[in-house]
């Protein structure tokens, strides 16, 4: 699963006039953590807390010319200034694409460009070979539920307490998360589950989610 150039990111993922995506280097870091701390502070606690730290980015995110890591980070720009950043990770065993983080700067929110990067994310998966692709959304808010929900996510379930959020100065407190996904592969590829095989809660569920 082999990550798209930029080239290829501007003919898998267009977005809207006056926007593009750039290659994410080592000079990229500094002012990318600096936007990512004014533009959403609350990113400061739980798992998306590393993308504020430069060590994150340095070890652990692919780096054009450097290094070829599982998660990928492309910053946004319009007219040549910073305003957004898509970040994907890879998980080749199994074929999949998790969909780690999309921001964008107030000033720029309502523009779009985020429904774009979210449809987008499966072309991208596609072409690298990815057979699934899945995101979680904040309950705190309904945007990011509703944006998934409008590009053709099944809604899976809910992961209780799995990430942390500084609800108010100094008080942590662990959080709800909606887990969303799709399918990028025919229904041919997919073995659906016995109904043998599961319990009579697990086939209640299973019945609720995949009814069609």
């Known amino acids: 699963m082999k990550w798209p150039t930029v080239e290829e990111l501007t003919m898998l993922m267009p977005l809207p006039d006056g926007y593009r995506m750039e290659r994410f280097d080592r000079a990229s870091i500094g002012p990318l953590v600096a936007a990512l701390k004014e533009w959403s502070p609350h990113l400061s606690a739980g798992v998306s807390s590393g993308y504020l730290r430069e060590d994150f980015y340095q070890t652990k995110v692919c780096l054009y010319g ?4 599982d998660i990928f980070v492309a910053p946004i720009y319009f007219n ?78 809910f992961f209780p307490g799995f990430d942390r959020e500084e609800i ?41 989610l995949f009814s069609d």
């Open 66 to 69: 450097e290094s070829d890591r």
């Open 80 to 157: 040549d200034i910073l305003v957004g950043m898509w970040s994907v990770e890879r998980e080749e065993d199994s074929l999949a694409i998790y969909g780690r983080l999309i921001v964008v700067a107030p000033e720029h929110r309502g523009s779009g460009f985020a429904i774009h990067v979210s449809a987008g994310s499966e072309n991208v998966g596609r072409s690298m070979g990815a057979e699934f692709i899945y995101a979680l959304a904040t309950l705190k808010s309904i945007h990011a539920q509703r944006a998934l929900e409008r590009a053709g996510y099944r809604l899976l379930g």
């Open 168 to 208: 108010s100065p100094g008080v942590f407190k662990r959080v709800y998360q909606a887990v969303y996904a799709k399918l990028l592969v025919p229904d041919d590829h997919i073995l659906r589950p016995a109904a043998k095989n599961m319990t009579p809660r697990s086939k209640m569920i299973f019945d609720l």
